[in-house]
């Protein structure tokens, strides 16, 4: 965006301009998306989904200038992968020791660069977040083990239930007209339009092996002009559709390449050089 990429490893994140700088922050673990702001080129929101919780940086001065845990906003409840109970997460030595003194089962994550979370064991599993395209104030995150889409509010931190009924959900988008979302292991691309909700299935379409039977897995979906560009993960193709003339198309791409996220703009030839010594680097 305005001449700057973001790109990220599972625990860093990367700005190229015509230079690389780096964000680093100890609660970064698995990183699945980076988000500009599109009112503020210099704000950047990344979704952290080993630790349930987003954060937003200003890159003028490169600090943190808003977080949000998911364990701090009703969202603390994780599973013991291997007795399926349920485990309180925090954060804060004061509310494990409280929840110690009235003997609940819990997990305190204060030292995370030596912790981690398996993926059963995470609240929420945040693996997409994305800036309101139309008000300041709004996020957009999927919650994959809940199954929904959630409005955030960073005003007062609040949550809403934007689109719900959902199989493992990537890449929500929102503005003033419409909300978009992928749910993942259903093989739906849910738009909600003029209050509207409609589902696209990509269950019938070609180019998926065999052996993969009736499993799919959509990662992220964006907008562009009337289109829908979706990451086809099973069939190793970008889905273009257009809901509204009912046509479409299946680009595939190296079967070798798992793509996580797409965005649409350009970058200079410098910058292109920078993009591969730094994916190189991070391998």
């Not at 490169?62 to 485990?87: C, H, M, Q, R, Y």
Request: glycine residues 4%; negative net charge; contains cysteine.
């Amino acid at each position: 965006m305005n001449n700057k990429l973001a790109v990220s490893s599972e625990e860093k994140v990367f700005i190229i301009t015509d230079k690389v700088q780096v964000l680093e922050n100890d609660y970064f673990s698995y990183i699945h998306t980076v988000s500009f702001c599109p009112f503020n080129d210099n704000r950047l929101m990344v979704s952290s989904s080993g630790f349930d919780c987003i954060f937003e940086y200003d890159l003028k001065e490169f600090n943190l200038v808003w977080e949000w845990f998911a364990w701090e906003n009703g969202f603390d409840i994780g599973k013991d992968p291997i007795t399926n109970s349920d485990v309180l997460l925090t954060r804060d030595k004061e509310q494990a020791e409280k929840w110690h003194q009235e003997g609940k089962n819990f997990l305190l994550i204060d030292n995370p660069k030596t912790q981690s979370l398996p993926t059963a064991h995470r609240s929420a599993f945040i693996n997409s977040v994305s800036y309101h395209m139309d008000k300041e104030n709004l996020i957009l995150a999927t919650f994959f083990h809940i199954g929904k889409m959630m409005q955030i509010n960073k005003k007062d931190n609040s949550v809403l239930t934007v689109i719900e009924s959902m199989q493992h959900p990537h890449g929500g988008k929102q503005s003033d007209t419409i909300s978009l979302a992928t749910s993942t292991n259903s093989g739906e691309i849910v738009l909600i339009k003029d209050s509207i909700e409609y589902r696209y299935y990509t269950n019938e379409l070609e180019g998926k092996p065999s052996e993969l039977g009736e499993i799919e897995w959509l990662q992220n979906s964006i907008l562009v002009d009337d289109f829908i560009i979706t990451i086809d993960s099973n069939r190793t193709s970008f889905l273009i559709f257009s809901p509204d003339k009912g046509l479409y198309d299946i680009i595939p791409y190296n079967k070798d390449w798992a793509i996580q996220d797409i965005v649409c703009g350009n970058l200079t030839q410098e910058q292109k050089v920078l993009l591969q010594e730094t994916s190189l680097s991070n391998g």
